[in-house]
């Protein structure tokens, strides 16, 4: 029972960093362009199927097929934005429902190209880590490590660059930002891009573990939505926490309730932390 | 007016039962549609319970019919009633802690979607993924026939227009009262409404559980004309469908929800597409409707044979 | 004593915005609040208007305790406050907006009658003595002749007239404003004056903050004098102008 437990704590966070990746690209967005891009489960459905196309389909090395499936999807990030979400900067709701939009437009390009049927990558890495009686596929701790990796280094970047605190300096005050030189276009479009790239790299670390098809982003975007809000919308350390606490919960969750009720778990955090603590979990501490 | 009688006189005109189908789904559709825009359009509030309001009472009026052994509309009203509670529950919750825009979109989202998981997993009584086939027809009592089966699309059509009239009347009536300049004053600017002693709480519950039991009752005619339920009503996209129609036909008049509806139920049946085109159309006419027409097909009308204010 | 505050404080994390407060205001009085930028005056009226809880302290109306109660609830009782950035309904026109605010005045007079007025088209009298209240209340105003503009394109005077005239629907018995005369041109200071002088010949009560003497010198009946949210002095115009402790919060000594 104890190791069932571990075990799960385990998959909990490793799923937990890929709510957190997500989340921190819900996050940022908001902070910086007062919207909630609701499309960036789709970047991640399309960081997958680059991923597994550049891999398996062109027979690039799955770590440069990665670096490539970030470009791709950065660079559809960037096209959104130009014809897209330039236009429903702090809308909240129009932005919402042209991310909505957008999911549809995907979705649906997806299905067109690779239907319905999942698609599974080979084996990038076989083999397993296993430690007191634990076992951890090897995939799955280097997936762990480079989304926790990501994630700290983009809060490293906005706790000590200069970029970072030009973007901190937006998300508290945009008028005195303006003003001190803060050149807000390319912040704004930047950000968009570079959360579309997070979810693109998501994707693709994704699909080297579980089955692919072209609706999976729709729970994610839902579980990172989720996770945000746990944390605090606008804590970027918070979103990893508060993927991972989602994604624990869940896993050991699942232990001791019927399976089926894993998604309820994310909606009854969310309605309490809402209703309590609005400002979130790391509230404060941004 | 004159619109309501040519739709009172259509099926003189149309006989193609595949036609007059469409149009029950539209009205019905568009009960929901322009429910839901009293509180979205009117009110200010982006609610993401439509859908449930809707699924729940289907459920609800089929239940009660099997279980309890009640008629149709015994049956309806008392899904309308319990999605009536649902909603003062989650009203409550909702406005008593003040969330506003995302997050009350976000909070209705979640009891929604709860809601469904419900459904989904209850399976000995909702039968789960699977949905209920419903094989009862609602009775109506018809001047010089007595108590006759509610069959045929005919007898459908009329039944769904009286309710859409009917739903567009009570809706017509609220946001020309005294209560719909409250709604006004919370859409525009909740605070400046609080302090000239409109009590936001209350006019924002009324307008959410109103708006949702008429979607309840749009939900009940609905599954039994389909003559299926299934989890899918409740579904998010379910909700976004409600959005894209409101948005569609435009948010500033009453009626102007149901062109939405009206568009969306009848274009996938005039152009065919395959379900994944259709996905994308959709969505484009979404984005489309929103950069570069947010007043809506209504809005863009009344705005072209408007005559311009300032014009000699 | 109409209404009566009794030590009054409010503190935002280690700020204290107001800062004991005591004073009363009789049936008719105009009483003016002065103090520089930075007083605690708009908190004041804020927590009296129900917008922010107390921390401390009593807020007495009619012999009823209102401290921390609803701004709806607060208005319905019979007091209301005016913004000091003029609040509007934006897309609006002034009329619409006067028909708003008439909701107290819909509620006193049908109470849970106006229910029935959503199923038959007639409000009947109360309808009427709405449509009548706002005509007056426009003419009081001066603002008869934007009646059927939208705010967007009132000036900023016409703005400021406008909230008052729609905390005038609401039949306040106690009118709180929040520097009303702060941004206008001498002349709309002028018919300002006016107004607030034919509202006291009515027999409301009011009471205006403003950082600016001279407009309130003139008006008030009775002055409080407020620096670093405590009071420091009270009486008429004149004695609290010429005291000490005003003048030097006023050069900022």
């Known amino acids: 029972m104890g190791q069932l437990i571990l075990g799960q704590l385990l998959n909990g966070a490793i799923l937990g960093t890929l709510y957190g990746i997500i989340a921190l690209g819900v996050t940022l967005t908001f902070g910086i362009t007062g919207i909630v891009n609701f499309a960036l489960g789709a970047f991640m459905m399309l960081g997958c199927y680059m991923a597994w196309y550049f891999t398996d389909g062109l027979g690039m090395h799955y770590a440069v097929a990665v670096l490539c499936a970030v470009l791709v999807t950065s660079f559809a990030g960037l ?3 130009q014809t897209l979400f330039r236009f429903t900067r702090n809308n909240l709701v129009n932005g919402l429902l042209v991310s909505i939009g957008l999911i549809s437009v995907m979705e649906g390009a997806a299905l067109l190209i690779w239907t319905s049927t999942p698609k599974n990558m080979e084996y990038v890495l076989p083999g397993v880590f296993s430690f007191f009686g634990l076992v951890v596929p090897k995939m799955k701790a280097v997936v762990f490590l480079v989304l926790l990796g990501v ?5 490293a970047a906005l706790t000590r660059t200069w970029i970072g605190r030009a973007a901190y300096a937006y998300a508290q005050n945009p008028e005195a930002a303006e003003l001190m030189g803060v050149r807000t276009k390319i912040l704004q479009s930047g950000v968009v891009v570079y959360s579309t790239g997070l979810a693109g790299l998501g994707g693709a670390l994704y699909a080297s573990l579980y089955s692919i098809d072209p609706t999976l982003g729709a729970v994610y975007i839902l579980k990172a939505v989720e996770a945000a809000i746990l944390a605090g919308i606008g804590s970027v350390i918070g979103s990893l926490f508060g993927g991972i606490l989602l994604g624990i919960t869940e896993g050991v969750g699942s232990i001791y309730l019927p399976i089926a009720f894993r998604d309820a778990y994310g909606l009854i955090f969310l309605i309490a932390i809402l209703l309590f603590k609005p400002a979130g979990l790391f509230a404060g501490r941004k | 007016m004159l619109a309501a009688l040519a739709l009172a006189l259509l099926p003189l005109l149309i006989k193609s039962d595949f036609a007059l189908t469409i149009l029950v789904f539209s009205f019905l559709l568009g009960m929901l549609a322009v429910s839901f825009n009293l509180i979205f359009g009117y009110t200010g509030q982006l609610s993401m319970f439509h859908a449930a309001a809707f699924g729940i009472s289907a459920y609800a009026t089929h239940l009660s019919m099997s279980l309890l052994g009640t008629s149709f509309w015994i049956g309806l009203v008392l899904a309308a009633l319990l999605v009536l509670f649902l909603s003062v529950i989650v009203g409550t919750i909702c406005f008593r802690f003040r969330l506003k825009e995302f997050y009350f979109a976000v909070v209705t989202l979640a009891f929604s979607e709860m809601a469904r998981l419900i459904i989904l ?7 789960g993924t699977l ?90 005619l609905y599954s039994f004309f389909l003559g299926s339920i299934e989890p899918g009503f409740l579904s998010i996209d379910q909700s976004l469908a409600i959005v894209a129609m409101v948005l569609l036909g435009g948010r500033g008049a009453v009626a102007a929800p149901f062109i939405g509806a009206l568009v969306l139920t009848t274009l996938p049946h005039v152009i065919h597409l395959g379900a994944e085109l259709r996905t994308i159309v959709y969505g484009s006419i979404l984005i489309f409707t929103i950069l570069v027409m ?8 009344a705005a072209l044979t408007r005559r311009p204010p300032h014009a000699i | 004593m109409l209404f009566e505050i009794s030590g009054l404080t409010k503190r935002f994390d280690g700020l204290t915005a107001v800062s004991d407060v005591s004073f009363s205001i009789a049936q008719g009085d105009i009483v003016g609040i002065f103090g520089p930028n930075g007083s605690g005056k708009t908190t004041l009226l804020s927590l009296i208007a129900g917008m922010l809880t107390p921390s401390t302290g009593r807020i ?6 209102i401290q921390g109660h609803k701004p709806h609830d607060i208005a319905a009782a019979g007091v209301v406050k005016t913004f000091q950035n003029p609040q509007l309904f934006s897309e609006l026109t002034v009329f619409e907006h006067l028909m708003i605010a008439g909701h107290l005045m819909l509620k006193r007079r049908l109470g849970w009658r106006r229910i029935a007025t959503l199923f038959n088209t007639d409000t009947g009298q109360a309808g009427g003595d709405l449509e009548a209240r706002a005509r007056e209340v426009l003419r009081l105003c001066r603002l008869e002749g934007s009646r059927d503009q939208t705010a967007g394109v009132l000036s900023y005077g016409e703005e400021k007239m406008l909230g008052v005239a729609m905390a005038l629907m609401c039949e306040p018995q106690l009118l709180l404003l929040d520097e009303p005369a702060s941004g206008l041109g001498q002349s709309e200071i002028d018919s300002l004056e006016i107004v607030l002088r034919d509202l006291r010949a009515h027999g409301m009560t009011l009471c205006i903050i403003d950082h600016k003497v001279g407009f309130l010198g003139k008006l008030a009946d009775r002055a409080i004098s407020l620096h670093h949210g405590a009071k420091i002095a009270e009486g008429t115009p004149a004695e609290v102008l010429s005291n000490e402790h005003v003048i030097a919060a006023y050069l900022g000594r």
């Open chain 1, 79 to 81: 096209i959104a934005d």
């Open chain 1, 151 to 155: 994630i700290l280094a983009t809060y």
């Open chain 2, 121 to 127: 997993n209850w399976n000995s009584v909702t039968n």
């Open chain 2, 131 to 220: 949905g209920i086939i419903l094989q009862e027809k609602p009775r109506i009592w018809l001047p010089g026939q007595g108590i006759v089966k509610l069959d045929g699309t005919l007898m459908w059509y009329y039944v769904s227009l009286i309710g859409l009239a009917l739903t567009l009347l009570v809706c017509w009536r609220l946001v020309n009262s005294w209560m719909g300049r409250s709604f006004a004053a919370i859409r525009l600017n909740d605070e400046l409404g609080d302090t000239l002693g409109i009590n936001v709480f209350r006019y924002k519950l009324a307008a959410f559980s109103v708006g949702n039991m008429i979607a309840a009752i749009a939900g009940g």
């Open chain 2, 294 to 301: 947010p007043q809506g097909i209504y809005g863009s009308i």
């Open chain 3, 60 to 65: 007495v109306w009619k012999g009823k305790e």
